[in-house]
């Protein structure tokens, strides 16, 4: 008899969690993933800010499943599915859309940015999601020290020096902690011409509070360490306006050259593969063994996918994609096997923390609510055993130590030295920039 085939598309939280619970299954698993790497989402916003390198929260995907014989893995960019052909299509370096076929298909693509509409202004306000995203705005933020190092007219200081974090949700608020304590310790005594620690930090949302899905106290704690962080947080109002000078909130334009998008995603288009149901924001409406309505044979987990529970629609975060792609597994398994399915897939949720800054996070599990040093210890240990191999937890948690203790990042270098990110703000005056030192 013919091998079961099962095509996974994304090694994300959900894609790699499906296959790791697949490895004692009988079936030809391939697992397809545009990238070579399986990316530690929450914790690209501390390459951006560089306590780490990108090797430090990304690892090959063959590497991790390098005893898992099943599993072949193929670097690709999956365009489409044929639901009645029961194939894929991966372009890849050399081929287009060529089609691999599956009896099974776990499609776990993961987000992407949402401009809410507004896709202009991406072009002056990259996001946060992949690992060059997060180098991309790493060297941004670095270069822009750098220029205003160089930079005669103290009255353009404040413009390259301001940053503006778009989105005060997790990401937001842990990026704009970790920058405060970019410029106040690590950078505080490297500038001769400049004081980084006046670097400006904004925060800005159209929420009334920071990280929304927490409580109501753990935000307004989440608040208060930020502004003793020196971040301005300002609240209530939606972004109207982002171009390469700025952007404009609540009619008052706020002068800067590095904006960073930390606020809405946007599904994968899986449910224009499937020509399947989705909900408003476009994740696939699924059902409750998490395969598509009309295809048993066709299960979408994680960011992209949409399913309700106690009338409210699961969390886009790491856990839900985890959770979902072993039940979709087991639920391969069980047929593969002949035996009993599981019951209908139930979320478990373990909790949310968001760190603010060194050595303060905030944690809400259940009735349990932390913030302070406690939750970041907690917060630390929870990351350090979700990270992919023992190496990176080990260089990580040495990475770690060391930054706290001595202040030092791991990767500050600006790697795009052929071209600046940071285009020079014009002096209002006819003062011309000189180069110090020319
Ligand atoms: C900056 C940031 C911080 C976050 N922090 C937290 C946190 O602290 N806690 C938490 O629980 N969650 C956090 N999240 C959310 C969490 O990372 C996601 O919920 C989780 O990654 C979803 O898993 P997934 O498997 O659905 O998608 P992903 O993990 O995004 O994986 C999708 C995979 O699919 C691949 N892919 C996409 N399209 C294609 C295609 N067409 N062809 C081939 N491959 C494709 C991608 O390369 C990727 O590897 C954070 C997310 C971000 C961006």
Redesign the pocket.
Known sequence: MAQTKIVI?????????AAKALKNTSAEITL????N?????????QVATAVLTPSQIATP?RSILRSQKNVTVIL????GVDNDKKCVF?TDADRENVPIAYDYLIL?????HSYFGHNEFEAFAP????LAD?EAARNKILQAFELAEAEDNPALHRDLLTFILVGAG??GV??AGALAVLVRTSLKSEFRRIDPASARIVLVDMAPRVLGPFSEELSKAAKSRLEKLGVEVRLGHSVEHIDADGIVVAGERIASKTVIW?AG?AP??AGKWLNAETDRAGRVRIQKDLTVPGHAEIFV?????SLDQNGKPL????????Q??RYAAKVIHSRVTGKRPPDSFSYFDKG???VVGKGFAVLQSGKVQMSGLGAWFTWAAV?LQFLATSSLRLGVFLQWAWTYVTGQRGDRLIVNHHGSEVAKPVPDSAVKPTFAGR
Do not use: N, W
């Open positions: 598309v994304g090694a994300g939280f959900g894609g790699l969690a397809i993933d545009r990238t790497h399986h990316l530690f989402q929450p914790l690209l916003y995907i690709g960019e999956v365009t991966v776990a693509t993961g987000a992407t996001g946060l999601k992949s997060a997790p990401t842990e990026m930390t995603v994968s288009p987990v994680g960011d992209t996918a969390p886009g975060v790491a856990q839900v994609a985890m979902q792609g949310s923390m968001a990351h």
